[in-house]
């Protein structure tokens, strides 16, 4: 545990402590997304980040997913939603079918 | 009088050995194949459920021919089936609301709307519903549902997946429809049954695509 230096420690002559606390790694990763109809592309991320992110790295537009339903790892999502590596994205359109 | 031999699809479909009702709701392009395919398979307790006419641009991608043109679709399948495979199925020509249904359930109706209504007034926690089926379709693509409509997980999901007709991504009138599309839905669609007969997973959710070829599914 860190602690304040005290104006004391210098007639003490005791060396404060001071702990630097390490920045977490930011974690390295492919993450799967997936358009259907539309095609699956494997990313590669950094850290986390958004599900419009991820579908732009993957190279969809934003007009490409609009309207769709979108899910991270099966539960629904939003554009705004965070992704980190190992993650599963995906957009799918809402088909009205089956017309003939 | 001939008879069907069933004897190369035994070992994975021996019809004798399936009693259970069919209600096929819907007899437009998934429906008509989904009710024949079932027929040819050897399913004998079928209901088909419709209450539109043949139409001309109807022809293309469902079951039927140049004669059914003005027919009722439900007579037009029943003499279909029957000329093809001798089974005489039943049928129903109104909206499906309220009905009390049993056995497994094929949902094929063309609206979001017609879904969720059958879903919530016919099918959802109604325990003599085994499975129900549901299909999406476009024209290079669909979606598939194959849900036990008891089970509070599963009605949790599908429910998730349920829009209004409004939010649905309308398609150009020239790209609704194809053969090869239905074709391959309604097949998906009668394995997740084939399999759930004999015992095996399914997958309760599959998303197709036939432009870029894929297939996403998933089990429980």
């Given at each position: ?100 | ?19 259970k009702p069919i209600t096929v709701i819907g007899?437009?392009?998934t429906g008509?194949?989904i009710?024949?395919?079932l ?6 307790d079928i209901t088909?459920c ?42 129903v020509?109104?909206a499906i609301n309220k009905a009390k249904l049993k056995g497994i359930v094929f949902v094929l109706t063309?609206?979001m709307k017609s879904r969720k209504g059958i879903w919530l007034s016919s099918l959802k926690n109604k325990k003599g519903v085994e499975l129900v089926i549901e299909t999406r ?6 979606r598939i549902y194959t849900i036990v409509p008891t089970d509070k997980k599963q009605i949790k999901f599908y429910e998730s997946t349920l829009y ?25 669609a009668i394995?997740n049954l084939i399999n759930f007969f004999?015992g095996?997973s399914y997958p309760y959710e599959i ?11 998933r089990k429980y």
């Open positions: 545990m860190a602690r304040k230096p005290d104006p004391m420690d210098i007639l003490t002559g005791v060396e404060p402590v001071v702990a630097v606390a390490e920045k977490p790694k930011e974690l390295k990763g492919k993450i799967t997304v997936a358009k259907v109809p539309g095609g699956m592309e494997d990313v590669e991320i950094t850290g986390k980040i958004t599900v419009l992110e991820a579908f732009k790295r993957a190279g969809f537009s934003e007009d490409d997913i609009d309207g769709c339903q979108l899910q991270v790892n099966g539960t629904g999502a939003k554009t705004t939603s965070k992704v980190e590596p190992g993650d599963n994205v995906l957009a799918v359109s809402k088909i009205r079918g089956n017309r003939g | 009088m001939a008879q069907v031999d069933y004897w190369r699809q035994l070992g994975l479909f021996p019809p004798r050995r399936f009693k007899a437009g392009a008509s194949y009710a024949y395919m027929a040819k398979m050897g399913c004998r088909v419709d209450f539109d006419i043949v139409e001309d641009y109807n022809l293309p991608n469902q079951m039927f021919g140049l004669r059914d043109i003005g027919s009722k679709k439900t007579e037009a399948m029943s003499r279909i089936i029957k000329e093809q495979t001798g089974t005489q199925i039943k049928t020509c109104k063309d609206t379709m476009g024209i290079d693509n669909g209004s007709d409004k939010e649905a991504q309308p398609s150009p009138c020239t790209r609704t429809a194809i053969a090869p599309t239905v074709a391959t839905i309604g097949g998906m394995f004999n095996k998303l197709l695509s036939l432009d870029p070829c894929m297939v996403i599914s």
